[in-house]
């Protein structure tokens, strides 16, 4: 009997497809390790030996046996999930790196809008206060549905949708109020000295987090404060930059105080519309590798320029600062900076969780690396609470202002 065409090619075909799958499931994570670097080898990597995966299972097991859900409370115990979620928790925080960290699908989707600068809710500021009870401490812009729908500052959340909001975690009552835009939330508050309940149904709609704020000073000193760099803050600055133009601004005064940082690209595309082309920072990761990041505008601003920081200035915002000051485009006031001359990157995983850890330093374009330092302003004035409760002087303020006269 003739065998049908193709007969052989396809049965090799087949062999090579059975023999590389073989391949794959013997030789597949030495195959990984190499791609990380760690050479060909086979086994797991040097912390899950066997010795250790024992002490998990029987730790597990003293604890499946002998531990006392003892919390008066509907959500005492853990599940083997959660559990699980603290095992991967552990293995970052086991690095002793404060900057490291490991996310929850639900934490890193938290993560995710907030370096997006955009989320859907209801637009309101939420803290904990002195009671352990979470109040509203301001919106998040002038047209926040709360705002529209008679949330006032002070109400404290207790109930959202019949769920109890006592008690409970800040991120599970987050969680509760946020929602898909076009959907509404039922939430009674307590309101005032009596602790009046007031309900209130409030529709989620997109929130733009203002990161962005800026008004005309005296003489034409333009005053733009910056309080993270999230995308979202490009189009802020931009904007903030356009209108100071349009009004004749002839000096600028970048506010950088208590800005914790943020995205790196962000804080370059920023410098890059304040300074002509050139390196506005660099990194070297662990093998030294070096990235540069670079404004290639060539058009600079090219107006006199203060940058004001304090030791609340962190991160992106020193590399703003570090950049600006080396490239002579601004004098530095205020007080030391925080000193965080390292990067972190995310890395997100199959299951919708992800780990950021810390895999580059950066340097300024004069190659400083100002970890654990900070940046030294040129001019170094403590800021005056006092004068700022008598009478709202800002001296630190006032200073960059005597500067550009």
Known sequence: MKEKP????????GLLMALSILFLILFGESIHNMLLGRGFNSGNSAILTSEVKQKIDLINDYIDYYYLDYQDDDVSGET????????????????NDKY???????????????????????GVTIVE??????EVAGFT??????????VQE???FYQVDGQDAVGIDISALVDMVRGREGTSVNIIFLRGEYM?????TIPRKKVETKTVSHNMLENKVGHIMIGSFEEITVEQFESALSDLKEQGMEKLILDLRGNGGGMVDVAVKITDDLIGTGVVTYTLDKQGERKDYNAVTPVELGLPMVVLVDSGSASASELVTGALKDHGAAKVVGTTTYGKGIVQNLYPLTDGSAIKLTNARYYTPSGVNIQGTGIEPDVVIEFDPEAYKKNGRDNQLEKAKELLK
Not at 142 to 150: C, E, L, M, N, Q
């Open 196 to 200: 009046d309940k007031v309900e209130l």
């Open 80 to 95: 083997p999930e959660e559990r699980a979620e603290g095992m991967y928790k552990g293995l970052v925080d086991s690095l």
């Open 6 to 13: 193709g007969f052989w090619g396809g049965l090799i075909v």
């Open 141 to 150: 812009s002038d047209d926040s549905s709360a705002k529209a729908s008679g």
């Open 100 to 122: 490291s960290e490991y996310y929850s699908p639900k934490e890193y989707s938290r993560v995710h809008e907030t370096q997006k600068g955009s989320f859907e809710g209801i």
């Open 154 to 156: 002070g109400d404290i």
């Open 129 to 134: 206060n002195d009671q352990g009870l979470f």
